[in-house]
């Protein structure tokens, strides 16, 4: 049940696109279309930003976008803005009614 | 719906971390929902601490199950963390959050309680 492997941070600037990767296994990522994605200004609960790999709750821009491939999953923000700036977490489910997340990547714009 | 923390902001080391999770706009006991306990140690991820089922169900951390112990009170509309023999190393944020039967994804989260393991 190790956590899932992120970059420590990614950056960019403003209109640009960036990705964050998110590595796991074939027990979670690789295994099950139930990868998720969590933003997290500082001092404030995480937000879900993509939930079932590509889904997007109601609200979060379309600028927002996430995919998988094998083991790695993926969230591409594109045409960054400063509020963009935040912590991103992927999360997977894990079998076993268990769940498992990521390190967390710092995305700095630029 | 809204979820919010409650319980002691410092514990002692060996004794048990005692949280409590109101829910409001949402019953716990609606069928199609798991309550969930997520804790970020300060300046690091997130971590999954367990959930329990609306059925009443639990489900935990591999790596927490021996000290953790999640339950529900659907009379007061809170669902519970019991965490036993703290030491330091259990100092975070701890979080309840809300997600839905076949989404394992947390769409509502509460603001957060930190606790600290100390002397």
């Known amino acids: 049940h190790s956590a899932l492997t992120q970059p420590p941070s990614a950056s960019g600037s403003p209109g640009q696109s960036v990705t964050i990767s998110c590595t796991g296994t074939?027990?979670?990522?690789?295994?099950?279309?139930?990868v998720s994605w969590y933003q997290q200004h500082p001092g404030k609960a995480p937000k879900l930003m993509v939930y079932?790999?590509?889904k997007r709750p109601s609200g979060v821009p379309d600028r927002f976008s996430g995919s998988k491939s094998g083991n790695t999953a993926s969230l591409t923000v594109s045409g960054l803005q400063a509020e963009d700036e935040a912590d991103y977490y992927c999360?997977?489910?894990?079998?076993?009614?268990?769940?498992?997340f990521g390190g967390g990547t710092t995305l700095t714009v630029l | 719906v809204q979820l919010q923390e409650s319980g002691p902001g410092l514990v002692k080391p060996s004794q048990t971390l005692s949280l409590t999770c109101t829910v409001s706009?949402?019953?716990?006991?609606?069928?199609?929902?798991?309550w969930s306990w997520i804790r970020q140690h300060p300046g690091e991820g997130l971590e999954w601490i367990g959930y329990?089922?609306?059925?009443?169900?639990?489900y935990y951390n591999p790596s927490l199950r021996s000290r953790v112990s999640i339950s529900a009170d659907t009379s007061k509309n809170q669902f519970s963390l019991n965490l036993s023999s703290v030491t330091a190393a259990d100092t975070a944020v701890y979080y309840c959050?809300?997600?839905?039967?076949?989404?394992?994804?947390?769409?509502?989260w509460g603001q957060g309680t930190l606790v600290t393991v100390s002397s």
């Open positions: 706009g949402g019953s716990i006991s609606s069928s199609g929902y798991y």
């Open positions: 999360s997977s489910y894990a079998g076993g009614n268990t769940l498992v």
């Open positions: 079932d790999v590509i």
């Open positions: 959050a809300r997600l839905v039967d076949g989404v394992p994804a947390a769409g509502h």
């Open positions: 074939s027990s979670d990522v690789g295994g099950y279309n139930y």
């Open positions: 329990i089922h609306y059925s009443g169900s639990t």
